[in-house]
């Protein structure tokens, strides 16, 4: 299979290193993107031979978070378009989150919005000392809806109240203090600390390895049909609200919204 916006390479000891391959777009994800995501995912998750999964991006940034150019067609689009493009995303999070190999993510430059929805449905995310994270959402009137399930799971509704509604940026000793990193290394290290915690992996069974893995999913957090389709119709609820057209207009003409005040 071949990729537009990813690239998969299967070592002889069956690690996948998936890499996110938007460099000039700091890794945003596209409509393109999305849709390659889900399909591999399925990919993955039935190759025998893939014992761990690496999750990685190219270039200066993990995920910065919506592409841009997505961003703006949500603009003049109608509800029911705007609920289709945010339920391939939160499928798109649910294939990732479901697939039974270890998903260890390799966090580096910015990690904001969607960016940290892939370290929260990987299994350990291991971040670069000078990693920088956000869910930025409520800076352009919106809210961090599909993601949230993931989210919240991962780091507990207390932990991701005021993260969810600062849009505070954080550094990667908070990120790990929330719960959204695992470990935090200094960036040159990064690589060698991945293959140090991909290391068990290869080392038992791996069907044992999915099915605890489904395990653990199935006693945690339940993220249902009803959930996400929950989290689809609050997204379309506030793309229609004076703040989000405001708030996506500034943000698009390079100029401050009217309610931000000076600190």
Not at 136 to 163: D, F, H, K, Q, W
Request: charged residues 25%; aromatic residues 6%.
């Amino acid at each position: 299979m071949t990729f537009e916006t990813l690239r998969l390479f299967v070592d002889d000891r069956g690690v996948a290193r998936l890499t996110l391959a938007r460099p000039e777009k700091h890794n945003a994800l596209s409509s393109v993107m999305i849709d390659e995501l889900t399909d591999v995912a399925g990919q993955l998750g039935v190759d025998r031979f893939v014992r761990v999964v690496e999750l990685t991006g190219e270039g200066a940034s993990f995920c910065a978070g919506g592409d841009l150019g997505w961003m703006k067609a949500q603009v003049d689009a109608d509800r029911e378009t705007r609920k289709a493009e945010a339920r391939r995303l939160a499928l798109m999070f649910k294939a990732l989150n479901d697939l039974e190999k270890p998903v260890i993510a390799r966090v580096h430059g910015n990690a904001f919005g969607g960016g940290i929805g892939l370290l929260s449905v990987s299994d350990v995310a291991i971040g670069a000392d000078t990693a920088k994270f956000g869910l930025t959402e409520t800076r352009l009137g919106l809210i961090p809806a599909t993601i949230s399930p993931y989210v919240v799971a991962r780091i507990g509704e207390g932990r991701a109240r005021p993260l969810f509604m600062s849009g505070r940026i954080i550094d990667a000793h908070e990120a790990l203090a929330a719960g959204l990193l695992t470990r935090v290394v200094p960036a040159v290290k990064l690589d060698a600390a991945i293959e140090a915690e991909m290391a068990p992996y290869l080392q038992v069974a791996p069907g044992a390895v999915g099915r605890s893995k489904a395990l653990a999913r199935s006693l945690g957090m339940p993220i249902t049909e009803a959930i996400i389709a929950a989290t689809i119709e609050r997204l379309a609820d506030i793309w229609e609200t004076a703040e989000a057209r405001e708030g996506i207009s500034a943000f698009l003409e390079r100029r401050e919204p009217s309610w931000r005040k000076p600190v």
